[in-house]
Each structure stands twice: as C-alpha cells, then as structure tokens.
Nanobody, 124 residues
Framework: QVQLVESGGGLVQAGGPLRLSCAASGRTFISYAMGWFRQAPGKAREFVSTISGSGSTTYYADSVKGRFTISRDNAKNTVYLQMNSLKPEDTAVYYC?????????????????WGQGTQVTVSS
C-alpha cells in the first residue's frame, strides 16, 4: 500500500511558477513509477507527466512540455512537479499517482494509488 499526499498548490498569476510536491509512504518508493494528472472543472482527468522509479526516464504531455519538470527524491519518498510559465488553462486540481512498475504510463487507469489532489489556480 502507498499513501500519497500532495502539497504546494495555490493561486498564481499567469507566467509565474509553482512547485507541487507529493510525499509517499512506504519503504519501496523506488519501485513505483509516479505520475501527475490534472482535472479541470467539467473536464476529464488528463495526463501531465510521469517519471520512472529511478528517475532516469520522464515523459510529458505536449501541453506542458518545456514548461513543467518532474523529478523525484527517492531518499525523501517525494516526487515534484516544477511548473513554470503557467497559463490560465493550467488551472485544475492536480493529482499525483503511483504504479507498482518501474516505468511510467500516460493512462490513469494504470495507476493504483492516488493522492487527494491539490488545487492550482492561474489568474490572467
């Protein structure tokens, strides 16, 4: 079992940065690939980014590529999402997720564990 707790959300002006954190419980964090997803009001949950268990492989949605950076600190059982050049369309609840595979996935259904989400609001 893995429990995930996100933090770092908030209100930011367009063009500004924000860093999300996701702290995971458990002693085998490195065995889990992690992902970030987001869900805007009235829209389906969408993939944002994923990182492999070792942190060596990352992948991004086209909409955030070049602006967002995913990273992880396995010693701290934490995954991060650094978001730069934020746009109003990035406004959503952001969720971190874990899957018990070393490689990540863009499909939400392939993640077994989810955090409660953190709200990110970007004002224009």
């Amino acid at each position: 079992q893995v429990q995930l707790v996100e933090s770092g959300g908030g209100l930011v002006q367009a063009g500004g940065p924000l860093r999300l954190s996701c702290a995971a419980s458990g002693r085998t964090f490195i065995s889990y690939a992690m992902g970030w997803f987001r869900q805007a009001p009235g829209k389906a949950r969408e993939f944002v980014s994923t990182i492999s268990g070792s942190g060596s492989t990352t992948y991004y949605a086209d909409s955030v590529k070049g602006r967002f950076t995913i990273s992880r600190d396995n010693a701290k059982n934490t995954v991060y999402l650094q978001m730069n050049s934020l746009k109003p369309e990035d406004t959503a609840v952001y969720y971190c997720a874990a899957r018990s595979f070393l490689t990540g996935s863009v499909y939400a259904g392939e993640y077994a564990y989810w955090g409660q989400g953190t709200q990110v609001t970007v004002s224009s």
